[in-house]
């Protein structure tokens, strides 16, 4: 069964400053994709990012990127320039076909 | 840009009764989903619905549960006599297609508070 883990339970970082929250999963597939949700506060899970297994190229999104390790099956997400609205629950989840598999979750806290 | 809604925003029901949370996926998404986040906790897969039937569901998802798409545009959680323990948050998601590179876009959520 495909899992997904992510270590950090918790992180913190400064305003303006960048931090990388960790993702592993574990799968015997080759095609598949990899999501970040966050969820804020307000308790919505929002799409930050998305990750096709089959592309080499690191997916990125304004001030989110990733990098995409397939041979490790790592999948972390860089948040450059931090800002106060990044503070939420990071969800990593993975998907193949109709399974949607989500990790524990990170809590990440901006300090101004 | 289309959304998925969810309501009520908060349900307040007394244990042993039966709640219905309501969701209207996109209209033109196929694959309809219900997950659990229980407090502080991770976001937990119930059930997905696709044609007209339940397609994938988890342990959890036991014969308390059942989902129903009655209208063509509402997908419904029922939850026959509710227990404390079904305190929870209620997230309905959809997907236009089942393929992996689509993902999930989510109501909301229903806060359902136990008493």
């Known amino acids: 069964a495909q899992t997904v883990t992510q270590s950090q339970p918790e992180m913190s970082v400064q305003e303006a400053e960048t931090v990388t929250l960790s993702c592993t999963y574990d799968t015997s597939e080759s095609d598949y994709y990899l999501f970040w949700y966050k969820q804020p506060p307000s308790r919505q899970m929002i799409l930050v990012i998305r990750q096709e297994a089959y592309k080499q190229q690191n997916a990125t999104e304004n001030r989110f990127s990733v990098n995409f390790q397939k041979a490790a099956k790592s999948f972390s997400l860089k948040i450059s320039d931090s800002q106060l609205g990044d503070a939420a629950m990071y969800f990593c989840a993975y998907a193949y076909g109709q399974n949607f598999v989500f990790g524990p979750g990170t809590r990440l806290s901006v300090l101004p | 840009e289309p959304e998925v809604t969810q309501t009520p925003s908060h349900q307040v029901t007394q244990m042993g009764q039966e709640v219905i949370l309501r969701c209207v996926p996109i209209?033109?998404?196929?694959?309809f989903y219900w997950y659990r986040q229980i407090l502080g906790q991770k976001v937990e897969f119930l059930v997905s619905?696709?044609?007209?039937?339940?397609?994938?569901k988890s342990e959890i998802f036991d014969d308390q549960f059942s989902v129903e798409r009655p209208d063509g545009s509402n997908f419904t959680l029922k939850i026959r006599s509710t227990k404390l323990e079904d305190s929870a948050m209620y997230f309905c998601?959809?997907?236009?297609?089942?393929?992996?590179?689509?993902?999930?876009?989510f109501g909301d959520g229903t806060r359902l508070s136990i008493l």
């Open positions: 998601a959809s997907r236009r297609q089942g393929l992996s590179n689509q993902p999930q876009h």
């Open positions: 619905f696709y044609n007209n039937e339940i397609s994938e």
């Open positions: 209209s033109n998404h196929l694959y």
